[in-house]
């Protein structure tokens, strides 16, 4: 990948693809080189009684931007690992930053920029009512999305697919309901430009950026190189 899909700049690496599956079509952004394995992938879980939505897929710097400095102002809640919510002033600044890093990527540093990466849901569940929270427990125990846990560990590798933050490595969060497309994605953590992003985020807002700075090349090894290989 070229520097500026690696940071979410760009987008010309995508195509459309359209779900038409539940009536009227819901057009998602993905990798163009993706689609034929993806689509693959849902036909045959479709086929074992499995239907998988997606809820997220490309996000742009400036979306990822957004969404992290809501969080470090306290504009948008940060939880602990037990779904707790945090309250900011019981933290110091870099505290905060890792708070916010274990579930929101640094913009420029998400999967969701490649274009590979999404986060899915049992379709099923939310025809049921249920809305989704992308929390472990919806994947666990009596989750309403066991069965599509259970039929990804099995099936999504045939197809291309693993999931990065399948284990905690110390850096981002577990997060079971995320999908990466090997074929594309399994080394592009090892090529972004950390000297490239430094002047993306220093002509940009966002915010803890002058503690950010000191210790990005420790941040991109921590929470976008550190993952679950396929």
């Not at 998602?28 to 394995?37: F, I």
């Not at 992308?134 to 590798?157: H, I, K, T, Y």
Request: a negative charge; one cysteine or more.
């Amino acid at each position: 990948m070229s520097p500026d899909v690696l940071l979410g700049v760009s987008d010309r690496h995508l195509t459309t693809w359209t779900d038409h599956r539940f009536g009227q079509g819901v057009p998602w952004r993905l990798h163009r080189d993706m689609v034929s394995d993806w689509q693959a992938m849902l036909e045959a879980a479709s086929a074992d009684g499995i239907s998988i939505l997606p809820i997220s897929t490309y996000r742009d710097f400036s979306r990822q931007a957004l969404i992290f400095n809501e969080k470090a102002e306290g504009r948008r809640s940060v939880h602990d690992d037990h779904g707790q919510r945090l309250q900011r002033e019981a933290f110091s600044d870099d505290e905060w930053l890792h708070r916010i890093l274990r579930f929101s990527a640094l913009p420029g540093l998400s999967r969701h920029h490649w274009g590979t990466d999404l986060d899915v849901f049992d379709a099923n569940a939310v025809h049921q009512g249920h809305r989704p929270k992308l929390e472990p427990d919806e994947f666990s125990g009596d989750g309403p999305c066991v069965a599509l846990n259970e039929w990804l560990q099995e099936n999504a590798g045939r197809f291309g697919f693993f999931r990065p933050y399948r284990l905690d490595l110390g850096g981002v969060a577990p997060e079971p309901w995320h999908l990466s497309y090997a074929p594309i994605s399994r080394h592009a953590a090892n090529d972004i430009p950390v000297e490239q992003l430094a002047a993306l985020l220093t002509d940009t807002y966002v915010a803890f950026c002058s503690i950010i700075l000191p210790q990005l090349p420790a941040l991109v090894e921590r929470y976008a190189q550190r993952i679950s290989p396929p």
